[in-house]
């Protein structure tokens, strides 16, 4: 529902492949752009290590573990709206290649989506995702970072169900992420877009994303578990679809949804889940007003 001139695409995604690539050398060899790592006394946030710190449940990124360290996720969540609800889970697997760059693999699948007059099952988009970090400040009670977040997605889906389950095309995802934790506190923020191609004379509108959110720790043990309260603001700015060059009227919106969530994580388990009520929307013409998402998911780490 809220799916995240084509020589202008092809200059846009050359320059998004130099940003990351540059990233990733950046990452990978010039360890000395970065302020040397410092150790944090392991209470509140930091009782476990950076893999299994809180990060947030909705907003994208902020996903880069320790060198080594592998994850599985099962991620789910429910749209309702006006007559129709759209549910799906996320299976994917994130790796740490460097303390400072890692590639996320997704594959969603659309447990069902319920349109105003049909049904529709079945695989998503698949997504890659790198994500790498570009400045880090770290002293002993607390730890700053910017990260760059880049992903292309597959057309694994299908265009021609209804709704459909994917968007007949690549997409190709750029942002930016920024975060402080401290030992009681820890907040976010991050903006990106999706840039969708054309399919058949189709191409669906580009969005904008624009997410904060602000967490406080509650409980923990050194070395156990850590327990976390977030809430988070998550705005989704969609433009207009297009059909053979036509606009479609009833396509775009802005939607911004605010709700809380908690964080449990363990050595090895994490768990995250929450609701997020439906604040503001501005749809063109007609579209079904959004009520409520609820999402949650649990990961374990190898």
């Not at 996320?104 to 890659?128: C, H």
Request: charged share 15%; net charge positive.
């Amino acid at each position: 529902m809220w799916q995240i001139n084509k020589r202008r695409e092809s200059k846009y995604v050359a320059i998004v492949l130099i940003i990351v690539m540059n990233c990733c050398i950046v990452g990978k060899e010039n360890e000395e752009w970065f302020v040397s790592k410092i150790e944090q006394p392991p209470v509140g946030n930091f009782a476990l290590p950076t893999s299994q710190q809180p990060g947030p449940l909705i907003a994208f990124g902020q996903n880069v573990p320790e060198k080594g360290v592998l994850q599985a996720f099962i991620y789910g969540n429910q749209v309702k709206a006006e007559g129709i609800s759209f549910s799906e889970i996320h299976p994917s697997l994130l790796y740490g290649i460097t303390d400072r760059f890692s590639i996320l693999v997704e594959l969603p699948i659309a447990v069902k989506y319920k349109g105003l007059f049909a049904t529709s099952r079945g695989v998503s988009d698949l997504v890659i995702q790198a994500e790498g970090v570009a400045y880090a400040r770290e002293k002993t009670t607390k730890i700053e970072e910017i990260t760059g977040v880049f992903h292309i997605g597959f057309p694994t889906g299908s265009i021609h169900k209804q709704p459909p389950t994917g968007l007949g095309s690549p997409t190709f995802f750029l942002g930016f992420t920024a975060s402080h934790t401290d030992l009681a506190w820890y907040y976010f923020t991050s903006m990106g877009g999706v840039i969708t191609t054309m399919y058949k004379n189709i191409k669906f509108g580009n969005q904008f994303l624009y997410q904060f959110g602000l967490g406080r720790n509650i409980g923990y043990k050194t070395d156990s578990w850590i327990l976390n309260w977030l809430i988070e603001l998550d705005g989704i700015y969609t433009q207009r679809t297009t059909v053979a060059g036509i606009t479609e009227c009833n396509s775009a919106s802005n939607v911004v949804l605010v709700g809380p969530s908690v964080w449990f994580s363990s050595k090895k388990f994490i768990f995250q889940g929450g609701i997020s009520a439906v604040v503001a929307q501005h749809a063109a013409f007609i579209q079904p007003k959004n009520k409520y998402l609820v999402s949650a998911y649990i990961g374990y780490t190898f």
